[in-house]
């Protein structure tokens, strides 16, 4: 079951999308392509090329009642974890008609971010924060939104036709769109696969009422492979094609607001935003060539940033450091909560000092995870001494919880 899965990407709670229109006939379509030695579908991914897309493809709109079924045996199981907003816009979120009656077609346009190295090496410095290679960069909803805006301007411009521009801010499926306008497949992990560019892709559609002609929706080339799946720490793959968000630690990381289940802190390691384990392992990536685009450029402080700058970070310095970063939208407090995770999990004392002035946070999302790494990196003593004094004032349940998982020898 191929469903919406955890793509790389920022809130898809807000409906951002540009509407542009321009009175003129709808039999454009077929002047302006008569009139020149280029189809308007060739002009279309001609321009977008020049806009630093790649690819760009074409699918003509159409109910898909398998894509249907898929969607709804997903939130059924609730495998969508706490993301509310999943199942609260499922009736649009089926398919792009229902968000836009009028839509005849999409253009899909995707925007390469493949890193220049191996993103699992990180996993083996423990003193350090592992960040997915896609919030390393400038938030890409920036990059790719004014880029889309601009082709569409052209598409309206040019045929008289209504666009919306959509980069992840509505409930658009953009991964089995992608797969059904011939720019991947959806992998086994459940992302989008490109012959030309692996696993890395930013995707983005514009939906308009011409009626364009489509692309030939892309062939599955998993084969017998399932490298994404045996790689996974959690085991957030039920089945191939299918994902359990609520085991995914891109999720767990990102999306869930609340304590992370003891289960997967071990499993999570230094993975402080995100994880990229199922898809820097798929082997088409190979034929990606690294992001070589200025607007991704990646960003040298949110390259393995020591755990414990992260671990101090109040909210004001929170703000500044990633300041039009991915990571700003999930808050302080989780990726401290995410840092304190990683911190347990080194094994390195030299941190004790910093996990020990978290015990006192005023957040409980990081009091908890302080006592659990405290736990994982004091001795005995040390731990006695602490519990004695912070354990019997603790008034939030899941934090006393945390203390009470360690008794005195």
């Known amino acids: ?23 003129m006939s709808r039999n454009t379509i077929s002047a302006a392509s008569a009139g020149s030695p280029l189809s308007l579908e060739r002009r279309i991914k001609g321009d977008g090329a020049q806009l630093g897309l790649d690819p760009v493809r074409i699918v003509r709109l ?4 398998e894509q249907d079924r898929r969607l709804l045996h997903f939130l059924d199981d609730g495998r969508h974890g706490d993301m509310a907003w999943m199942a609260e816009t499922s009736d649009r979120r089926r398919s792009p008609t229902a968000l836009w009656s009028d839509a005849r077609s999409a253009i899909v346009a995707g925007l390469s971010y493949a890193p220049d190295a191996n993103p699992l090496d990180i996993l083996h410095h423990h003193d350090r924060a592992a960040i997915s290679v896609y919030a390393q960069r400038k938030d890409y909803h920036d990059v790719l939104k004014p880029r889309l805006k601009q082709l569409a301007r052209t598409l309206a411009s040019a045929t008289g036709h209504e666009v919306k521009v959509f980069v992840d801010t509505a409930p658009l499926m953009e991964k089995p769109l992608a797969a059904k306008a011939g720019v991947g497949w959806q992998g086994k992990h459940t992302n989008l696969v490109s012959r030309e560019h692996g696993s890395w892709l930013f995707l983005g559609a514009i939906l308009t009422t011409a009626m364009l002609e489509p692309d030939a929706a892309e062939a599955d080339h998993c084969g017998r492979c399932r ?12 089945a191939p094609y299918q994902l359990d968000a609520r085991r995914c630690i891109a999720y767990l990381t990102i999306e869930h607001k609340g304590h992370i289940p003891r289960a997967f802190r071990k499993p999570i390691g230094n993975r402080v935003f995100g994880c990229d384990d199922c898809l820097a392992v798929c082997p088409w990536n190979k034929f990606a060539r ?6 991704l450029a990646r960003r040298a402080a949110m390259d393995g940033p020591a755990l414990a700058e992260l671990i101090e970070l109040d909210d004001a310095t929170f703000r ?29 004392a030299a941190l004790l000092p910093l996990v020990d002035a978290r015990l006192s946070d005023p957040s409980p999302l ?3 995870m302080a006592v659990w790494a405290l736990l ?14 912070f354990a019997t004032s603790e008034i939030d349940p899941d934090v006393r919880a945390e203390w009470q998982q360690w008794n005195e020898p």
């Not at 490298?227 to 039920?238: G, N, R």
Request: hydrophobic share 40%; net charge positive.
């Open 1 to 23: 079951m191929a469903t919406a899965g955890l793509a790389p990407r920022a809130s898809r709670v807000n409906f951002l999308c540009a509407k542009f229109q321009q009175p």
């Open 62 to 65: 159409a109910d898909d009642p």
């Open 227 to 238: 490298k994404c799946l045996d790689i996974c720490p959690t085991d957030a793959f039920p």
């Open 290 to 295: 690294a992001s070589s685009d200025s607007g």
């Open 320 to 348: 500044t450091r990633f300041a039009g970063s991915p990571v700003k939208r999930t808050g302080r407090d989780r990726v401290v909560r995410n840092a304190l995770i990683a911190a347990g999990n080194s094994s390195d």
């Open 366 to 368: 990081v009091r908890a």
């Open 376 to 389: 994982r990196i004091a001795d005995d003593e040390f731990i006695a001494q602490r519990k004695a004094s």
